[in-house]
T-cell receptor, first 112, second 111 residues
Framework: EAAVTQSPRNKVTVTGGNVTLSCRQT?????MYWYRQDTGHGLRLIHY???????QIGDVPDGYKATRTTQEDFFLLLELASPSQTSLYFC???????????FGHGTKLSVL | GEQVEQRPPHLSVREGDSAVITCTYT??????FFWYKQEPGASLQLLMK?????EINEGQGFTVLLNKKDKRLSLNLTAAHPGDSAAYFC??????????FGTGTRLQVLP
C-alpha cells in the first residue's frame, strides 16, 4: 500500500503568518496533488506536480505556492495566511492517470 | 475546465434501504472515474474505479453506473447498513492528470 505522510497534522497560525505544509510519498509516484476540503465544496485542487521541479496550477491556486523538491516531497506554502485559508488540506499521489489517488491523513489548518 | 456536480449533498436512509448518489460532469474528454469514501475524521479511501463507456461495476453491496452519453456517474448502495455511513465523493479525470472531485454526499444510515 502506498504511503503518503503529511506534516504537521494540525497547525494554528495568525493572519499574515507564514505556513509550510509538507507531504512525502515513498512509492516513487510521478504525480502529487494538494487539495483543500471545505464543507459544501468537496475537495478542490490547489496545485499538482508530475515530477521534481514541475508545478501545475490547480483550480484554486490564489494565495498558495507549491514546490516539488524531489520525487518524494511536495510542499504547500502560504506566505501571508488569511482566515479564508482555514481548511483541511490533503496531499495525494499516484503513478499514472488511470490509477487511484493515495491520500495522506490531512492537515487541519486554522488561521486566526 | 471540468466541473463536477454531485447530488444530493445529504442523504439519510434506513438500514436495508437503497441509496443513490449521482455526479454529472462537463468535460466530454473525461474517461477515468472514481468513487471515494471518507469516514468521519479519516482520509479518503477508494471505493471503485470505472473506465470505458457505459458500464456497470459491482462491488460489495454497491453498483456503479457510468453513462458517458449523458456525462453521468452514479453510485447505488443496494442494501445500506450503518457501516456505510460516511461521506462519498466522485472524482473525474481526463488525460490532463487533473483530478476533479464532486462536492460530496454525506450519507447517514439509520438502524
Amino acid at each position: 500500500e502506498a504511503a503518503v505522510t503529511q506534516s504537521p497534522r494540525n497547525k494554528v497560525t495568525v493572519t499574515g503568518g507564514n505556513v509550510t505544509l509538507s507531504c512525502r510519498q515513498t512509492n516513487s509516484h510521478n504525480y502529487m496533488y494538494w487539495y483543500r476540503q471545505d464543507t459544501g465544496h468537496g475537495l478542490r485542487l490547489i496545485h499538482y506536480s508530475y515530477g521534481a521541479g514541475n508545478l501545475q496550477i490547480g483550480d484554486v491556486p490564489d494565495g498558495y505556492k507549491a514546490t516539488r523538491t524531489t520525487q518524494e516531497d511536495f510542499f504547500l506554502l502560504l506566505e501571508l495566511a488569511s482566515p479564508s485559508q482555514t481548511s483541511l488540506y490533503f496531499c495525494a499521489s499516484r503513478q499514472v492517470s488511470n490509477e487511484r489517488l493515495f491520500f495522506g491523513h490531512g492537515t487541519k489548518l486554522s488561521v486566526l | 475546465g471540468e466541473q463536477v456536480e454531485q447530488r444530493p449533498p445529504h442523504l439519510s436512509v434506513r438500514e436495508g434501504d437503497s441509496a443513490v448518489i449521482t455526479c454529472t460532469y462537463t468535460d466530454p474528454n473525461s474517461y477515468y472515474f472514481f468513487w471515494y469514501k471518507q469516514e468521519p475524521g479519516a482520509s479518503l479511501q477508494l471505493l471503485m474505479k470505472v473506465f470505458s463507456s457505459t458500464e456497470i461495476n459491482e462491488g460489495q453491496g454497491f453498483t456503479v453506473l457510468l453513462n458517458k452519453k449523458d456525462k453521468r456517474l452514479s453510485l447505488n448502495l443496494t442494501a445500506a447498513h450503518p457501516g456505510d455511513s460516511a461521506a462519498y465523493f466522485c472524482a473525474v479525470s481526463a488525460n490532463t492528470n487533473k483530478v476533479v472531485f464532486g462536492t460530496g454526499t454525506r450519507l447517514q444510515v439509520l438502524p
